[in-house]
């Protein structure tokens, strides 16, 4: 008998490893606060090895067929300095998440997992338990609040698939969806409280008159129902091994929305967590084995990459660090592949 396991988090890393689980047999619940579909805080711009993930979990060409498109450059924009669009090193697929989350679940179901959807885990991290619960909050760091902003939009004409504008207090990414929508998606950083979002949303996403961010907004239609927001962002570089629960995704680490990785961090977790999982259902490891295997996996995988992002990120919001980056990246091809190598 196969010993069961139990997911707390139906988001990507969540059902990407329930997926994986049940193709291999495993019994497996998840449980999911939420409901779905469901729009979340993304810039939907899936870069880096995640789709290496997707694809040996043979849910890639699904994807393709959901309508997913492909990102083939990127333009960067901050008040003094333009980096106009530029290949990037390799192709990112753009993709709404509230199209993804429900096919995964749905793809999960198919599988014959078990959904619980609506119903929040309040219990211990225990032997069987991963936490695959996303985000860890944390109200301040380094003296700031982080918070983000996300809602789609049309009528928006774009210079390149995915434009990063910098501002003062954060950045704005806007992304190419199928389906001629655009995803206006920033994050933000405040000394004080966050702000009343509900109310200003469009004023941060909007970002200052005459910038190129406005003026690209000039005549967006916002898709109201798809505005939401998230506050108490920790983008702290965490290490697996060491950790006392078994985690996957945001929960293990997040990384810093600019490298547009996150997504593809939580495919790759989830992956990395099937086998030692398998080995401990399967009674061939116990929790703790399992749970040292898969934090060496997820240190050697990750940890580089998230101290490159935690570097990349302290630079963008310094205005003579990210002055230098941009000019050194609009002009050495080096550094431009640099960046993303380094953080994928
Ligand atoms: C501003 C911003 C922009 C971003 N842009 C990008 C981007 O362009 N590209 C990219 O790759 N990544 C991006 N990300 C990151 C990306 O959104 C995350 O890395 C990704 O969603 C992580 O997936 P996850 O499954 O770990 O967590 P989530 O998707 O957050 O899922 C966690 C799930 O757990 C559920 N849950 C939580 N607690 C419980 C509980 N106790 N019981 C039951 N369920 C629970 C929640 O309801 C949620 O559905 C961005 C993030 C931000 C903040």
Redesign the pocket.
Known sequence: MARPITI???????LTLGIGLRQRGVPVTV????QYPRH????????GRGQGSLGRLGLLDGLKQLGACAATNAAFFTPTATVAARPLPEAALCVSRFTLDQWLAQEFQRLGGDLRTG????GEYGEGIVR????RVEPAAEGWRLF?L?VHARDVRLTADLEMHFGPDGYV?L?RLPDGETNV???FRSATAVPDLALRWRDWLRGAAGSALHTRLTHARFDESSFCS?AG?SLRARQALGQREVC????LS??P?VT???????FESAELAITPLLRFSQDELDWTQMRQQLGQACDAAFISRLRWAAWLQRALFHPPARAALMFLAARSETLWRGLFEHTR
Do not use: H, Q, Y
């Open positions: 707390v988090g139906g988001g990507l890393a969540g449980w999911e606060a939420g979340r805080v993304c810039g939907e711009f899936i870069s119903e929040r885990w309040a695959a619960s996303g985000r983000g996300k990414g992304c998606c920033g994050l998230i962002i996957a995704g945001d929960s997040m990384i929305p547009g990785n996150g997504m593809s961090m939580a």
